[in-house]
Every structure is written in structure tokens, then in C-alpha cells.
């Protein structure tokens, strides 16, 4: 059964880290590149990291310099680590295989990890 697991969220100050971890199962892992994504109240979900399956890596501008995307395939897990958080990182952060899973309804998304940046 393919899924994605989140965690690793939570509620920190400005200028704090965080660790996003995902971890998945049901599909090759290694073989497949990843992405991280997130989506704020009213807004669109965007993509803000990815990491081929070679681990060449790219950051949407906003979060460049601040976030690193990284994998493991012994553990089918991707990490985000997230440095000099600001107030507009706060978002629900999702993983997703590029491309995304797919299921009867549309692409299949996990849970989810809230990232909430308040000082």
C-alpha cells in the first residue's frame, strides 16, 4: 500500500530550525525524485524543494539558502531541514514522489506536518 508519511512540524520563533521527515513505502523509493511542497491558509499549494533520485537538489527562491532537502533510500525517507524560519514558512508541509501518486480521485497526498513560525 503506497503511502507518505509526515511529521517532524510544530510551533517554533522566528529565526528557528526545524526537521521535517517523510517517510514512504509502497513504491520504489530510490527510484524516484521528491518534492516538498506546502500550503498556507488560503493559498495554493507550492512546491518548495526537490531532490532526484541522484540527489541533485532546487529550491523555490523564497526558501533558497534557508531550507535543505535531502534523502535516505535505506530508510525511504526524505528530510527538509529548515533554517531562519520566517513568519510566511508557516504552512501544512507535504512530500510527494515526482511524479505525484496517483489514486482514482487524483494525486494522493499524506497528512501532512504543520509548521507554524509566531513569535
Known amino acids: 500500500q503506497v503511502q507518505l508519511v509526515e511529521s517532524g512540524g510544530g510551533l517554533v520563533q522566528p529565526g528557528e530550525s526545524l526537521r521535517l521527515f517523510c517517510a514512504a513505502s509502497?513504491?520504489?523509493?530510490?527510484?524516484?525524485?521528491m518534492d516538498w511542497y506546502r500550503q498556507a491558509p488560503g493559498k495554493q499549494r507550492e512546491l518548495v524543494a526537490m531532490i532526484s533520485s541522484g540527489g541533485s537538489t532546487d529550491y523555490a527562491a523564497s526558501v533558497k539558502g534557508r531550507f535543505t532537502i535531502s534523502r535516505d533510500s535505506t530508510k525511504d525517507t526524505v528530510y527538509l531541514q529548515m533554517n531562519s524560519l520566517k513568519p510566511e514558512d508557516t504552512a501544512v508541509y507535504y512530500c510527494n514522489r515526482n511524479p505525484p501518486l496517483q489514486t482514482p480521485w487524483g494525486p494522493y497526498w499524506g497528512q501532512g506536518t504543520q509548521v507554524t513560525v509566531s513569535s
Open positions: 509502497g513504491f520504489t523509493f530510490s527510484s524516484y525524485p
